[in-house]
């Protein structure tokens, strides 16, 4: 596709059920990041992946999150036993290389009941 | 570390010129961003410079002076539909970008 794409674009779910969401980056695209935004604030930095490099999971808020990136391409962010505070849209972005001007998807807002 | 400042609002009046702000504060530099974001929507890439001197695309221009660590975004002929936050984002050392908290800019008729 032309862009970021992310799925799916709206999550509700129970507090206490794990969720996926899925990031597929612009073709080519060497670097992935993974953010999340809560209501009127910043981007709060969560993971990023170079190439086949080891992810800097360094923005994880706990071990309850966790990402993939497989072949390069497509991205799983995985959050278990969601909590009312993951509430938030989280949104993905890639770029040429690292340290270069980043495309963002659409985003998935997260809602946890 | 990385760090930004950007003002959190700015207000203007339609057909008007409004410029924003970004200090920084990186360790090692490759290049400052801009981006715009509607509510609701994702932030959209706006501009990049890597190098000292104006980048002018269209009715937005971005400005970088690394020896101050510096920059601004310029809006000119300001439509209703920039009213939007726009947020600035420095490239270091780190590989992972560091966003500023966001501009939002408010346009009047």
């Known amino acids: 596709g032309a862009g970021v794409s992310q799925s799916p674009s709206n999550k509700v779910t129970e507090k206490g059920k794990d969720v996926e969401l899925r990031c597929d980056p612009i073709?080519?695209?060497?670097?992935l990041y993974w953010y999340r935004q809560s209501l009127g604030q910043g981007l709060e930095f969560l993971i990023y992946?170079?190439?086949?490099?080891?992810?800097?999971k360094s923005g994880l808020p706990s071990d309850r999150f966790s990402a993939e990136r497989t072949g390069g391409s497509v991205s799983t962010l995985t959050i278990q036993r969601t909590q009312q505070e993951d509430s938030a849209v989280y949104l993905c972005?890639?770029?040429?290389?690292?340290?270069?001007?980043?495309?963002f998807g659409d985003g998935t807002r997260l809602s946890i009941l | 570390g990385q760090s930004l400042e950007q003002p959190s609002e700015v207000t203007a009046v339609e057909g008007a010129i409004v410029q924003i702000n970004c200090t920084y504060q990186?360790?090692?530099?490759?290049?400052l961003s801009w981006y715009q974001q509607h509510d609701g929507g994702a932030p959209t890439f706006l501009s990049y410079?890597?190098?000292?001197g104006l980048e002018e695309t269209g009715r937005f221009s971005s400005f970088l002076s690394r020896s101050d660590s510096y920059g601004y975004l310029l809006l000119q002929e300001l439509q209703m539909k920039d009213s939007a936050s726009y947020f600035c984002?420095?490239?270091?050392?780190?590989?992972?970008?560091?966003f500023g908290r966001g501009t939002s800019l408010i346009v009047h008729p």
């Open positions: 073709s080519g695209h060497t670097a």
């Open positions: 410079n890597a190098l000292d």
């Open positions: 992946f170079q190439g086949n490099s080891a992810p800097d």
């Open positions: 972005a890639s770029s040429s290389y690292s340290n270069q001007p980043q495309h």
């Open positions: 990186t360790s090692g530099f490759y290049g």
């Open positions: 984002a420095v490239s270091g050392g780190s590989y992972i970008p560091t």
